[in-house]
């Protein structure tokens, strides 16, 4: 198995054991816009480049229409998340931090907005910035695993797996804790998976299948650990070890996930489930709500 096939392999239990049960979207228009833009401009469906001028013409002055609100109403927040849409669009990246920015202190609870504002910096090259927000959002929501998440892959990014390891083993350690303060603050199990990811992107795998152990038994009835270790085993070339937790895993799992499971044991790629995670807090609107008007036209 190729060194690109294994890590494949890997970062396909991240998508299934973390982003579907913790249940938060990736961000789809923000995520559209930077990868138009790290394309180098190559047409895609949904990118600016493949709109037509008249389409970018009305997008330039829907922005042009939400910056003369704002210079009113600097507050509106109607219009700083149409200023973000409308900017998004255009793959205006840098365009969207100080709109995010103004969001994430008008809606401290949203972490929403914090995350969204920590990718733009981070592709626009900012990762000290990203960071920061980053954290922001984790001194006051240490759990969050939006945030923990793309700390943590920002500090792969940077070449910092030591760092990214210390802040989940930190996490875990302080868990009961913040638990304590608040139920349910820290979902230890999804740590947990995060953590030996980052272990088996770095090839510790004892250490990576000890973490996944702990997970196991602290949570018999979830199939995500048990799927983690099946693919770390596979990983390793251990597929008679696989091969049991491979159907543990698929005893465990919800339907609708039994066949991409099936799909990674064998080592085909896996089809995408045919049901998403049904919360999606992190997208930016797409228009105002019915009830809130758009700004006028200048």
């Not at 054991?17 to 790290?38: C, H, R, T, Y």
């Not at 401009?41 to 949904?46: A, K, L, M, V």
Request: proline residues 9%.
């Amino acid at each position: 198995m190729t060194e690109k096939r294994r890590r494949w392999i890997v970062n396909v239990v991240l998508i299934l054991a973390v982003v579907a049960f913790v249940g938060f979207s990736l961000f789809p228009l923000l995520g559209d816009a930077f990868k138009a833009e790290q394309s180098g401009g190559e047409p895609t469906p949904s990118s600016a480049q493949a709109t037509p001028t008249a389409k970018q013409e009305e997008l330039k002055a829907q922005a042009k229409g939400y910056e003369l609100v704002l210079q009113r109403e600097p507050d509106n927040q109607t219009a700083l998340r149409g200023l973000v849409e409308a900017r998004l669009q255009l793959q205006d990246i840098k365009g969207v931090v100080e709109p995010l920015e103004k969001l994430a202190k008008l809606n401290p609870d949203q972490t929403r907005y914090g995350v969204l504002l920590a990718q733009a910096k981070q592709y626009a090259g900012d990762r000290e910035g990203a960071a920061e927000s980053y954290r922001t959002i984790l001194t006051a929501k240490p759990g969050d695993m939006i945030a923990l998440q793309g700390l943590v892959g920002l500090l792969i990014e940077q070449k910092r797996p030591e760092a990214a390891v210390g802040l989940l083993q930190d996490t875990l350690k302080t868990a009961n804790e913040t638990n304590q303060v608040k139920p349910g603050s820290v979902d230890v199990p999804s740590v947990q998976l995060l953590l030996g990811q980052v272990y088996a992107e770095q090839k510790r795998y004892d250490e990576a299948i000890t973490i996944y152990d702990e997970a196991i038994k602290s949570s018999s009835k979830d199939f995500r650990p048990v799927l983690a270790k099946a693919l770390v085993f596979k990983q390793q070339g251990k597929d008679e070890a696989a091969k049991p937790l491979f159907n543990s895993a698929i005893s465990l799992a919800p339907a609708e996930y039994k066949d991409q499971i099936n799909q990674l044991a064998s080592g085909k790629p896996p089809t995408p489930p045919t049901t998403a995670p049904t919360t999606a807090p992190s997208q930016v609107p797409a228009s105002p709500p019915a009830d809130q008007p758009s700004p006028a036209a200048p």
